[in-house]
């Protein structure tokens, strides 16, 4: 049972680059989210979907775009990459978009943009 | 301000020795409390959920308690392990939704032989 699964792990790109961050689940959720996390500071929500076929803004979706390809993927896309954006990324899930449904969480890509 | 502050930022303890760790938040409408355990390089892996009407929850040699109207709640480590050694993150969420979270900094701790 893999859970929630992320590639790349690591990834390096040059400020104007492109490219998109994949995250898979096994578990049937329906829900599913995009965070980022940065020294110092508290994850932050970049972009989520409640439910296949939807998706919503979260706290920092500057600079992002996301597809919910189906129930068991979704994906984060940086249009043209900004050094701003050198971050650890995270894609989770949930069984519900209640708040008593815990997040699992990837293991996370490291982004470095130069 | 919806904020979650976590104290402290790192602790370094001996094996075997108990750990408190603190989280105070200022988030309304406070729905739920969670704690969040984050080893090097991995992602946040979930030790506990504890609703407005919780006091105390406990996971294993992991119990959080919960004071709603102070709006506290701290985390307590028994016997540390070595593998104890991560980042505690609480969050803490408003609104009854899952995307409706706030999530604090983290405290590190190391665990020494």
């Known amino acids: 049972n893999a859970g929630v699964t992320q590639t790349p792990k690591f990834q390096v790109l040059k400020t104007g680059q492109s490219m998109t961050l994949q995250c898979a689940q096994d578990?049937?959720?329906?829900?599913m989210y995009w965070y980022r996390q940065d020294p110092g500071m508290g994850l932050r929500l970049i972009y989520y979907s409640a439910s296949e076929g939807t998706t919503d803004k979260g706290e920092v979706p500057n600079g992002y775009n996301v597809s919910r390809l189906n129930k068991r993927e979704f994906s984060l896309r940086l249009e043209s990459a900004a050094p701003s954006q050198t971050s650890v990324y995270f894609c989770?899930?949930?069984?519900?978009?209640?708040?008593?449904?815990?997040?699992?969480f990837g293991n996370g890509t490291r982004l470095t943009v130069t | 301000k919806n904020q979650v502050e976590q104290s402290p930022q790192s602790l370094i303890i001996l094996e075997g020795k108990n750990c408190t760790l603190q989280c105070n938040y200022t988030v309304s409408p406070f729905s739920n409390l969670r704690w969040y355990k984050q080893d090097t390089g991995r992602g946040p892996v979930s030790l506990t959920i504890m609703t407005f009407s919780e006091n105390t929850k406990s996971n294993g040699r992991y119990t959080a308690t919960l004071d709603a109207d102070t709006k506290q709640s701290s985390l307590h480590i028994t016997a540390s392990q070595l593998s104890d050694s991560a980042s505690y993150i609480c969050?803490?969420?408003?609104?009854?939704?899952?995307?409706?979270?706030?999530f604090g900094s983290g405290t590190r701790l190391l665990v020494r032989p």
């Open positions: 989770a899930s949930s069984g519900g978009a209640d708040s008593n449904s815990p997040l699992h």
């Open positions: 578990m049937n959720h329906n829900s």
């Open positions: 969050v803490v969420s408003w609104m009854d939704s899952s995307y409706k979270l706030i």
